[in-house]
């Protein structure tokens, strides 16, 4: 798994998403995840702590350090070192490679902050997939404390309203209000495209690998058997089939960790939908666009 352990305690802290990350002496100076893409390119995320900066980076094939994309502080604002639909294009190839790192999900909400959105993109399905991505993120909750008295009480004092349950712990991490405000998509108003050190070139090369990678991925083997039924379920947008497509797949030998999971139960629709869009060489979206 290509995130660093020292991370994950970070994320299932609020105040790590809400820029407010409280000093403790476990925090190391610095955390570099690296996400890679395809044909060795990776999209690396370096957080200096406890200030919560981050910068995004490209690291390039055969090369030992990455090209800076963008820099920001904890709470932004961030500039736009990506076009949202690279950034998708960029976590749906990270997810089939590595089956630990689900779309949408942590590489999403990590990096969505560097990808706001402009006028001409689809601004409710940029926040359903922002949104199921801040809720993928989950945290182990111990067991409830039992409640009620030790003895067995006097008739009068039986009742459950004198022997409260605590309250429970989520398993998400954030909870509603940061949920709906994270998942919000932020306009564009920091651009770095346009200096002329931006790697353009590397990036114009990286969408096109992940472009065909994600085009050729229903032209083989059994992905190619099951392409009829899953572009059936994008033009009528009915995700009742997907058990149907499961099935035809899991016949066939599919035996691809993030594909099976994606259409697996219990459902999560936003990854059902860019699985069965991929699966039946859709646009990403058209499936989507049935569910907002």
Known sequence: MPVSEALLPLTQDPGFWTGQISETDDLPPQLRVSFP???????????????????????????????????????????A?????????????????????????????????????????????????????????????????????????????????????????????????????LSAPAWATLQVRAGSRFPHEDILDLVRRTGARLRHMPEQHWYAQTRTLARRITDSGDLALVPALLGALTEAGCDHPTVLDALSEPLVPLEACWMVETLAGADPGTLLRHHL
Not at 38 to 59: H, K, T
Request: no cysteine; proline share 15%; charged share 20%.
């Open 37 to 79: 893409v395809v044909d060795g390119y990776s999209l690396v995320l370096d957080i200096e702590l406890p200030s919560g900066d981050r910068a995004l980076g490209l690291r390039r094939p055969a090369s030992s350090e990455p090209v800076q994309l963008g820099w920001a502080p904890a709470a932004g604002p961030y500039p």
């Open 81 to 181: 070192a990506l076009h949202w639909w690279e950034l998708e294009s960029f976590a749906r190839v990270i997810a089939l490679e590595d089956p630990l790192l689900p779309h949408p999900g942590l590489v999403v909400a990590l990096l969505s902050p560097f990808a706001p959105a402009t006028a001409d993109d689809d601004l409710a399905a940029i926040a359903a997939v922002r949104e199921a991505a801040y809720r993928s993120l989950r945290r182990e909750v111990p067991p409830a404390l039992p409640s009620g008295p030790e003895q067995t009480p006097l008739p009068l004092f039986a009742d459950e309203r004198w022997w409260p349950a605590p309250p429970a712990l989520s398993p998400q991490v954030l909870d509603e209000a940061a949920v709906a405000a």
